[in-house]
């Protein structure tokens, strides 16, 4: 079956600290990763995607992502957090002949000062 | 300019009601959905349009039916409201339509 988990529900940092926000996946086809941030009160925004090619693949915002093929993973992370980060991130998985995206459940992240 | 601009932002009705929600982009995208979040903030596609033609039509019920009169705008008219029916929807557009959507911002509906 088709499915993206994102284990961690609620992350909570420091500003300034680094962060990865973890994505491990389910899919049969050759699979096209997403994520993308939801502010409160606000639809979601691509940060970064990975379709082929370099396996590190760099976004918006700062914020990168490794695709681990054997790990069947699509961690996100950034080196220093800032404050304005604070959000909903939700990873994706799709592929070529469909544009039916399956979203994760979202990691809620808190910044403190 | 707003990209994917949905209208209204908030809805509150009752039971039993007719509902419309209203997308429009101005981005020339072919491709147009709509999305359901829930209270846990899971996310499912209900719909998507490719330039007014219906590709994905997900297990929905019936009470909802897109419209897209256009390839710039989908609508989505729900019918006989339910409480089940309280979430945030979405509506995205795509000009690839591999997954790099752009969002609108969302209408909160709640049922009462």
């Known amino acids: 079956a088709q499915s993206v988990t994102q284990p961690d529900i609620h992350i909570t940092v420091s500003e300034g600290a680094s962060l990865e926000l973890r994505c491990n996946y389910s899919?049969?086809?050759?699979?096209?990763l997403f994520w993308y941030v939801q502010s409160p009160g606000q639809g979601l925004q691509l940060l970064l995607k990975y379709f082929s090619g370099d396996t590190l693949v760099q976004g918006i915002k700062g914020f990168e992502a490794e695709f681990k093929r054997s790990q069947s993973s699509f961690n996100l992370r950034k080196p220093s957090v800032h404050w304005s980060d604070a959000a909903e991130y939700f990873c994706a998985v799709g592929a070529k002949n469909t544009d039916k995206l399956i979203f994760g459940t979202g990691t809620r992240l808190q910044v403190f000062p | 300019d707003t990209a994917v601009s949905q209208t209204p932002k908030y809805l509150v009705t009752q039971m039993g009601n007719d509902k419309s929600i209203k997308c429009e982009q101005n981005?020339?995208?072919?491709?147009m959905y709509w999305y359901k979040q829930d209270s846990k903030k899971f996310l499912k596609i209900m719909f998507s349009?490719?330039?007014?033609?219906?590709?994905i039509n997900e297990t929905v019920p019936n009470r909802f039916s897109p419209k897209s009169p256009d390839k710039a705008h989908l609508n989505l008219h729900i019918n006989s409201l339910e409480l089940g029916d309280s979430a945030v929807y979405f509506c995205?557009?795509?000009?690839?339509?591999?997954?790099?959507?752009?969002f609108g911002s969302g209408t909160r509906l709640t049922v009462v």
């Open positions: 995205a557009s795509s000009l690839t339509g591999v997954g790099d959507f752009l």
């Open positions: 899919y049969g086809a050759t699979p096209y």
């Open positions: 981005l020339g995208h072919d491709t």
């Open positions: 349009y490719n330039n007014k033609e219906l590709i």
